[in-house]
């Protein structure tokens, strides 16, 4: 799997996105703040990945609580 950086996006809160290629296939992808993983935008977050912070709610949740 190939990571490419792509200076899109500059915030401070938020993790940048980059593009993946998987299977041939460029998809946009970020590192969630809390464990660090990769995670691919999915659908639900079609309108407003950047804005995404958490790879999951438990993610979210462990934030909160740290
Ligand atoms: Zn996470």
């Known amino acids: 799997m190939d990571v490419y950086n792509e200076d899109t996006h500059k915030s401070e809160n938020f993790s940048k996105i980059f593009k993946i290629v998987d299977r041939g296939v460029i998809k946009e ?4 703040i809390e464990c660090g993983k990769v995670f691919v ?3 639900k ?7 995404v912070k958490f790879c999951s709610q438990k993610c ?3 934030h909160k609580n740290s």
């Open 29 to 32: 992808a970020k590192c969630c």
């Open 41 to 43: 935008n999915r659908k």
């Open 45 to 51: 977050w079609k309108d407003n990945f950047k804005d």
């Open 60 to 62: 979210k949740l462990n």
